[in-house]
């Protein structure tokens, strides 16, 4: 296994958020966090990271326990790709040579530039290079944020909601691009999803939140219209749309 989570526990003082999750996946595997808002997605994606200290449980990346690794370490082995992060006043080349900071010893490496041209080209953010981040849009930003974890070479990439800031045509070329990278790269994606039909689409495996605990898991069987009701509260259809599962509203 790439990932092995087991048996996460999480709590906001004496709260608890997260209650027991266990789930593992392989090389080019990508799997959807699903539920309803304030569910604990995002807060899955920060405890994998380390981000947040967990309670108790394990992450486990090629059968290393994170949690014996230093932060340099962990960001070798998992790109971490929020909803929303810091726009400083750096040119988009040098936000995604940030990503190479866990690699880099005494000076930036000749590697190290061609590995941050490569992401950006394969973004298709030549063209806003030398743009500075707090000018370019929200969807492009995200677009660097990819870049930057993907210029880390981690194992696992994490992503919060990668398509909250780009229209129609841009939520699909986005979702194919993280799809090609995770399949060409060997990599494992785990991503926070409210758009049940995205994640459909783009997704080989689910986890379904509730009340912080798993309610199902699994390919796409477990995304169905009594599952669905019970952790959204919404009456759905889930039918074949020209070969792709879609969930319509009642």
């Not at 080349?93 to 690699?103: E, N, Q, S, Y």
């Not at 379904?208 to 009594?226: C, D, H, N, Q, Y």
Request: with cysteine.
């Amino acid at each position: 296994m790439m990932l092995d989570v087991n048996g996460i526990r999480f709590a906001y003082k004496s709260t608890n958020i997260l209650d027991g999750v266990d789930f593992d996946l392989g090389p080019t595997e990508v799997l959807s966090i699903l539920g309803p808002n304030g569910v604990g997605k995002t807060t899955l994606l920060k405890c994998i990271n380390g981000i947040l200290r967990i309670r108790s449980g394990t992450v486990m990346v090629q059968k290393e326990d994170l949690s014996t690794l230093s932060r340099t370490e962990v960001a070798k082995r998992i790109g971490y790709v929020p909803q929303r992060g810091d726009q400083p006043r750096i040119t988009v080349f040098d936000a995604v040579l940030l990503g190479r900071k866990p690699h880099i010893t005494w000076d930036v490496g000749r590697a190290d530039i061609d590995m941050t041209n490569q992401a950006i080209k394969s973004l298709g953010l030549e063209d806003l290079a030398m743009c500075y981040i707090d000018e370019i849009s929200g969807g492009e930003f995200q677009k660097v944020q990819i870049a930057r974890a993907l210029v880390q070479e981690p194992n696992v990439i994490l992503l919060d909601e990668p398509t909250s800031s780009l229209d129609l045509r841009n939520q699909h070329r986005m979702m194919r691009r993280i799809v090609d990278l995770v399949k060409g790269k060997g990599l494992t994606a785990v991503m926070s999803m409210h758009d049940l039909n995205l994640a459909l689409r783009y997704s080989d495996k689910f986890i379904m939140l509730k009340e912080g605990r798993i309610f199902a898991a699994g390919g796409s069987e477990v995304v169905t219209p009594e599952n669905i009701e019970h952790v959204y509260e919404i009456s759905v259809y889930v039918e074949k749309v020209r070969g792709h599962l879609t969930v319509v509203p009642c």
